[in-house]
C-alpha cells in the first residue's frame, strides 16, 4: 500500500485529505506543520507528500528544502503542494525547489486524487526502470538528464543553452 504523508496546519483540511486518500486506499500519515512534516519524512519515508505552502514553524518551501538538503544523494518523494498562493512567483518558487505539482484551494477531490496517481506513477516507472539518475535530475534544476549511448547522461543546462546558440 502506498503511502501518503500530509503535512496541514489547518485541522478542518487535513482531516477532509485523511479521510480522501484513506477511502482511495492509501495509507495515510499527517502532521500539523512543517517540522512535524520533516520528522515524519525522516522517520517513515512516504512514497508522496500532500503539503501546505502557508503554516507556522516551518513551511512548505522550507520543508522541501530542508528535504532536498538531508536527502541530497537519496530519491526524494514527490511533492504537491496545496495552497491558495496564486501569485506566479509563489509558484515559481515552489517548483524550483523541485515541486512535483501544484494544487489551488479550494481543490476538487477528484483533481487531487489524479495528481497524485500520476505522480505515483511516474515514480513507480522511474524506479522500476533503475533510473535513480534520472529521478533525482527531476529534483535538481541544476542539470537535465538527456539520453545517450551509454544510457543517461546529466548535462549542464548552461551546456545546453550553448549548444541551442551554436545552432541558431
Sequence with gaps: MEKILIVEDEAGVRETLEEIFDLAGYEVSSAKDGKEGYQNIVDDLPD??????SMPEMNGFELLGAINERMK??????FLFLTAKVEPKDIRTGMSLGADDYILKPFDHNELLTAVRMRLEKRKKI???????????????DKLAVPSESGLEMIPYSEL???EAERA
Design 73 to 78: 544523494d537519496e530519491i526524494v518523494p514527490p
Design 127 to 141: 524506479l522500476g526502470n533503475g533510473s535513480e539518475e534520472y529521478l533525482n535530475s527531476t529534483v535538481n534544476f
Design 48 to 53: 508522496i507528500v500532500v503539503c501546505d505552502v
Design 161 to 163: 543553452i550553448y549548444c
